[in-house]
C-alpha cells in the first residue's frame, strides 16, 4: 500500500510541515541530546528523509513489510506492526514525539489504536502530531452537492480509508484521548501534485500560495488535510 504514496517536498505539504515544527521544536523538547520521534505508519521513511541524524533518533512502525525494508536505510530501527492490535513492540528509548502522519484513518477504530499507542509509549508531557484529510474539503462538499461520493487511489477518499475527519470530529478526538492541542495547522490542496506547473520557481506558483493562505484562514473548508499538535495530560 506505502509504494502508492510519496514524499511530498511542497513546503506546504505534511510531511514538509511535520518536519519544519520537529526541527522548530527540537531545542525545548531535547536540548541537550537528539530528539527521539517514534513515527507511526512511517511508510518508507519520508519524515526520516527531511530530518538530520545528529538532531534526531528515529523509529519507525508500518504495517507494510516493503515499507518497512525502505525505511530501514533512513531510522535506528523500524518494525512491521499493526497498530489494531497491541501488544506494541519496545524500543531502546521513550520518545520525545509520537508522529502518526496519514495514518487514524486506515484505522477502523483510531480512538482506541491512539489511546493505546499515548498510554504505551508516552510520559505526560509529551507530544503528538497527527495529521488526517479533510473530509469536508470544500471539493468534497461540491461532489456531495452533486451525489458523487467516489473513491479513489490517493487522496482524501483513498479507497484504504475507513474512517473519515473534519477540523472538529479530529480535535474532539484529540481531546477524548487526554491530548491538548497546541497547534492546528492546515495543508492547502496539493497543486503541484497535479501539475508541475503549479511547483515553486514555476508559472503558478503564486496561485499555490494563495492556495496556501487561503487553507490557513478557512482551515474547515479549504483544509486538505489537518494537522495537530498536542500534548499529553494523561486523565487522573
Given at each position: 500500500?506505502?509504494?502508492?504514496?510519496?514524499?511530498?517536498?511542497?513546503?506546504?505539504?505534511?510531511?514538509?510541515?511535520?518536519?519544519?515544527?520537529?526541527?522548530?521544536?527540537?531545542?525545548?523538547?531535547?536540548?541537550?541530546?537528539?530528539?527521539?520521534?517514534?513515527?507511526?505508519?512511517?511508510?518508507?521513511?519520508?519524515?526520516?528523509?527531511?530530518?538530520?541524524?545528529?538532531?534526531?533518533?528515529?523509529?519507525?512502525?508500518?504495517?507494510?513489510?516493503?515499507?518497512?525494508?525502505?525505511?530501514?536505510?533512513?531510522?535506528?530501527?523500524?518494525?512491521?506492526?499493526?497498530?489494531?492490535?497491541?501488544?506494541f513492540?519496545?524500543?531502546?528509548?521513550?520518545?520525545?514525539?509520537?508522529?502518526?502522519?496519514?495514518?487514524?484513518?486506515?484505522?477502523?477504530?483510531?480512538?482506541?489504536?491512539?489511546?493505546?499507542?499515548?498510554?504505551?509509549?508516552?510520559?505526560s508531557?509529551?507530544?503528538?502530531?497527527?495529521?488526517?484529510?479533510?473530509?469536508?474539503?470544500?471539493?468534497?462538499?461540491?461532489?456531495?452537492?452533486?451525489?458523487?461520493?467516489?473513491?479513489?487511489?490517493?487522496?482524501?477518499?483513498?479507497?484504504?480509508?475507513?474512517?473519515?475527519?473534519?477540523?472538529?470530529?479530529?480535535?474532539?478526538?484529540?481531546?477524548?484521548?487526554?491530548?491538548?492541542?497546541?497547534?492546528?495547522?492546515?495543508?492547502?490542496?496539493?497543486?503541484?501534485?497535479?501539475?508541475?506547473?503549479?511547483?515553486?520557481?514555476?508559472?503558478?506558483?503564486?496561485?499555490?500560495?494563495?492556495?496556501?493562505l487561503?487553507?490557513?484562514?478557512?482551515?474547515?473548508?479549504?483544509?486538505?488535510?489537518?494537522?495537530?499538535?498536542?500534548?499529553?495530560?494523561?486523565?487522573?
Amino acid at each position: 500500500m506505502s509504494e502508492r504514496y510519496t514524499l511530498k517536498l511542497d513546503r506546504y505539504s505534511s510531511h514538509q510541515q511535520i518536519a519544519a515544527w520537529l526541527k522548530h521544536h527540537k531545542h525545548e523538547l531535547a536540548p541537550d541530546r537528539p530528539c527521539i520521534v517514534y513515527d507511526v505508519g512511517c511508510a518508507h521513511g519520508f519524515l526520516g528523509q527531511l530530518l538530520s541524524s545528529e538532531s534526531f533518533v528515529l523509529y519507525g512502525m508500518d504495517f507494510d513489510s516493503d515499507a518497512v525494508t525502505a525505511a530501514q536505510a533512513y531510522y535506528h530501527t523500524v518494525q512491521q506492526v499493526d497498530i489494531e492490535q497491541p501488544p506494541f513492540p519496545k524500543f531502546p528509548q521513550l520518545p520525545d514525539v509520537l508522529v502518526l502522519a496519514d495514518v487514524l484513518e486506515h484505522t477502523r477504530y483510531p480512538e482506541i489504536c491512539l489511546r493505546d499507542l499515548l498510554e504505551t509509549y508516552l510520559r505526560s508531557g509529551g507530544r503528538v502530531i497527527v495529521s488526517v484529510p479533510n473530509i469536508a474539503n470544500i471539493f468534497i462538499r461540491w461532489s456531495l452537492l452533486w451525489g458523487r461520493f467516489e473513491y479513489t487511489e490517493r487522496g482524501i477518499l483513498d479507497r484504504t480509508h475507513f474512517r473519515f475527519f473534519t477540523r472538529s470530529s479530529i480535535y474532539k478526538l484529540f481531546q477524548s484521548v487526554g491530548l491538548n492541542v497546541d497547534q492546528l495547522a492546515p495543508t492547502p490542496i496539493p497543486l503541484p501534485l497535479v501539475n508541475p506547473i503549479f511547483e515553486e520557481g514555476h508559472l503558478l506558483w503564486f496561485l499555490h500560495r494563495v492556495n496556501s493562505l487561503t487553507a490557513r484562514l478557512f482551515p474547515a473548508l479549504f483544509g486538505y488535510q489537518i494537522i495537530l499538535y498536542g500534548q499529553y495530560i494523561p486523565k487522573s
